[in-house]
Structure formats: C-alpha cells, structure tokens
C-alpha cells in the first residue's frame, strides 16, 4: 500500500493561493492520486484525481511530480469555506478503497 | 446538500439496544460503502459492497451487520454496541469498486452515534 506523508496543517490568508503538498513516494504506475476534504461536520467532498498528467477542474488543480512521487494540491484563491481537512490518497490495486491519512488541516484567515 | 443522504442523523441508544442506520442514493452507482469516524481522526473503511455483494469487510465485529437490500440502499443494523462505538459512521457510493479507481466517492453527511 502507497503511505502518505502531509503537514498537519498549514495556515492562508483569505484570496490568496494555497499550496498543499502530499508525498506518495511508494506509489505505483497505475495508482490514481484523490484528493478529497472534509469540512467541519461533513462527509468528505471529491476534490480533485490524476494519474500522470497535470489536472484542473472548478475547485482546484492538481500537480503531479513527474516521478510521481508527490503532488500538490492548488487551491487558486482561497476562501473561507476552503477552510477543511485535505486528504491526499492514492488509490492501489486499480481497486477503489480509500485508505484515510491524517490529511493536512487547512485554516483561512480573513 | 450531498447526492448521499443518511438518516438518522443523530442517534443516541443504549448498550442492549437494537437500531439501525440508513443511506440512500439515487446516482445510479453499484458500489457503496461504510466508513467509521472517531473525533478528531481520519475515516476508516469498514464494509463495502459491490453490484449488492458485501465484497470487503475490514474485520468489523459483528455487532455491525451490514445489509444491502437493493442498489440503492445500504443499512447498517447495530446490536450490543459498546460506549467506544460512539463515532460518526458515514457512507459513501461510487460507479464501482473494481478496476474504477479513477471513480470518486460520494459521501453523505454521516450519523453521529452515541452509546450510553
């Protein structure tokens, strides 16, 4: 199984980018990279998924090292809703089971 | 608002009661599954099942018993738990289990149990 390694937390101000970095440095080729967060008493939400490439959608865009082993979530301008934990999970086996890390909390100052 | 709805939403019961927890979806997927959480830690999986089949149960006692009555329903029927079954206990769905692991899950907003 791919291990994940994130900060326990990081810190933006509100408007501004946030960069939120994961290392999946046992990852395999054919390990998809999910990102999903989970707002205070929520489920977790779908952020953002990659394979290789670079990826973008409304909420985020999701850069892949070209080794593959870490990838960082970009969130563009970050609002205080954004303000949630972010779990980067690789996804093994081609199988769909997520395995949950401690996942990065992320607080956004006004 | 989540395409996952899970009722209840808070449910408080005693160690020798018999309740049940329900999740709904109407997005057509064939996988569902059950996740426990505990304040302050990450989900973890507990039971899935695909195309109405329990494919994966992650050592969970079995005063969970899990029950997939149709695509579109999964329940967790809860017997003799103990105080430390106390947690939010979530559900999600997906397209599929495997070989679709560039499907994503959606989550509903959980049950958060007590156990007196």
């Known amino acids: 199984d791919a291990k994940t390694t994130q900060p326990n937390s990081m810190e933006s101000n509100e408007e501004e980018p946030v960069h939120l970095p994961c290392n999946h440095s046992?990852?395999?080729?054919?390990?998809?990279i999910h990102w999903y967060r989970q707002l205070p008493s929520q489920g977790p939400e779908y952020v953002i998924h990659g394979l290789t490439s670079n990826v973008n959608n409304r909420m985020a865009s999701l850069a892949i090292a070209e080794d593959r082993k870490s990838s960082t979530l970009i969130l563009h301008r970050a609002t205080l809703r954004d303000a949630a934990v972010y779990y980067c999970i690789p996804l093994y086996n081609a199988g769909n089971m997520l395995t949950f890390g401690g996942g990065t909390r992320l607080m956004v100052k006004p | 608002d989540t395409e996952v709805t899970q009722t209840p939403k808070h449910l408080v019961m005693g160690m020798t009661n018999k309740k049940s927890l329900k999740c709904e979806q109407h997005?057509?997927?064939?996988?569902m599954y059950w996740y426990k959480q505990k304040a302050k830690k990450p989900p973890e999986l507990m039971f899935v099942y695909s195309y109405e089949k329990l494919s994966i149960n992650e050592s969970v006692p079995s005063r969970f018993s899990p029950e997939c009555p149709n695509s579109s329903l999964l329940n967790l029927h809860l017997h003799a738990l103990q105080p430390e079954d106390s947690a939010l206990y979530l559900c999600?769905?997906?397209?599929?289990?495997?070989?679709?692991?560039?499907?994503?899950?959606?989550f509903g907003d959980g049950t958060r149990l007590s156990i007196l």
């Open positions: 999600a769905s997906s397209q599929g289990f495997k070989g679709l692991s560039n499907q994503p899950q959606h």
């Open positions: 997005m057509g997927h064939r996988a």
């Open positions: 046992t990852i395999s080729g054919t390990d998809y």
